[in-house]
């Protein structure tokens, strides 16, 4: 195979940070520590490991590393023994785990040219870790390049975030996405774009989502709520209490429920049917236009947003369930 010169070509949809790294590694003129900051799955660490490849690549061009040599190879499957990878010990990065790779990067490249350190989860840094840490930064021991991958860069120390050349990575569109899917798992373009709307811009997401399950879980939920406005106050009760004991199948309908009632104002408003969350399935779209006024719409959306309140307050399932489900069955 011959080497493309070009491994930042596989990280699509970043064009920006992938573009200031790129710059970067033309001009040789890379920060020593980059905080990679944005949604959870959107695709930092995979850049992170991009560039720690580009950097000790020896044939690498001005789109990054080979891709094929053996140095990347290797950090592609995270056996690189100058590339590091810092992951929280249970809940917290701990002050061991700082002072551990403080000795690694103190040793020189065993076969690259520079040591790479990437922090995963860098938020989960504590008190007294932040601290150690902070003397690496702004010390770093050798040729080390150190990158913090984080979906919450206002939880780090200001002190580490100054020291750190900040790239923000957006969710993905839902077109890019949707691309991405279609090759990577095979799909139709309409399953492509379900899984795309329903993982909000992670690339994460959108390829560990089991598509059968979760058009399952929408069925289910959409056949119930289509049942309530026929149920009378009795049943609507006995239903509520089929919940008390699965939150998590009440958590599910409340998250479906005001996704079915934004496709109903969706398709009220445009009739494009692209802008949907679930662009298949002709009776769903049948079931949105057979939903009584807009207004009406909007209250039950209210509805849906006031009961996931109310369960992050700790009140009972059962009762937010009767709640929820008598005032959607008043017509």
């Known amino acids: 195979m011959e080497p493309c010169n070009d491994s930042f070509a596989s990280i699509e949809g970043h064009d920006r940070p992938v573009g200031i790294l790129k710059r970067a590694l033309v001009n040789n003129a890379l920060a020593h520590a980059y905080?990679?900051?944005?949604?959870?799955?959107?695709?930092k660490k995979m850049t992170a490991f991009t560039l720690a490849a580009a950097v000790n690549c020896r044939d690498?061009?001005?789109?990054g590393g080979c891709s094929v040599c053996p140095s990347c190879r290797k950090t592609t499957l995270q056996g690189h023994p100058d590339v590091h990878l810092l992951v929280p010990d249970g809940d917290e990065i701990k002050i061991d785990q700082i002072r551990q790779v403080q000795d690694q990067l103190a040793l020189k490249p065993f076969e690259g040219t520079k040591k790479v350190l990437i922090v995963d989860g860098a938020e989960s840094l504590n008190a007294v870790s932040s601290n150690a840490f902070l003397k690496t930064l702004e010390e770093p021991p050798g040729d080390v390049l150190i990158i913090l991958v984080t979906a919450m860069p206002d939880s780090l120390l200001a002190?580490?975030?100054?020291?750190?050349q900040e790239i923000r990575f957006h969710p993905l569109p839902r077109h890019t996405l949707a691309h991405v899917l279609m090759k990577k798992r095979v799909l139709s373009e309409e399953d492509a774009w379900f899984l795309a709307a329903l993982a909000q811009g992670s690339m994460g997401r959108g390829l560990e989502m089991d598509i059968a399950q979760e058009k399952a879980d929408r069925k289910e939920v959409i056949d119930l709520l289509s049942r309530i406005p026929s149920l009378g106050p009795g049943e609507a009760i006995a239903l509520a209490e089929s919940f008390l004991k699965d939150r998590d199948r009440f958590e599910r309908l409340l998250t479906i429920g005001v996704e079915w009632l934004r496709d109903a104002v969706i398709s009220r408003v445009?009739?494009?049917?692209?802008l949907l969350v679930y662009t298949q399935g002709g009776d769903r779209h049948r079931q949105c236009e057979e939903l009584p006024s807009l207004q009406r719409i909007l209250v039950d959306m209210e509805?849906?947003?006031?009961?996931?309140?109310?369960?992050?307050?700790?009140?009972?399932?059962?009762?937010?369930?009767?709640n929820l489900f008598l005032k959607l069955g008043e017509r």
């Open 35 to 43: 905080l990679f900051s944005g949604d959870q799955g959107i695709g």
């Open 270 to 274: 445009t009739g494009d049917t692209n």
């Open 303 to 322: 509805l849906f947003f006031t009961s996931r309140v109310l369960l992050d307050r700790r009140v009972s399932v059962q009762l937010v369930a009767e």
């Open 159 to 164: 002190t580490i975030r100054s020291r750190c």
């Open 60 to 63: 690498a061009g001005p789109g």
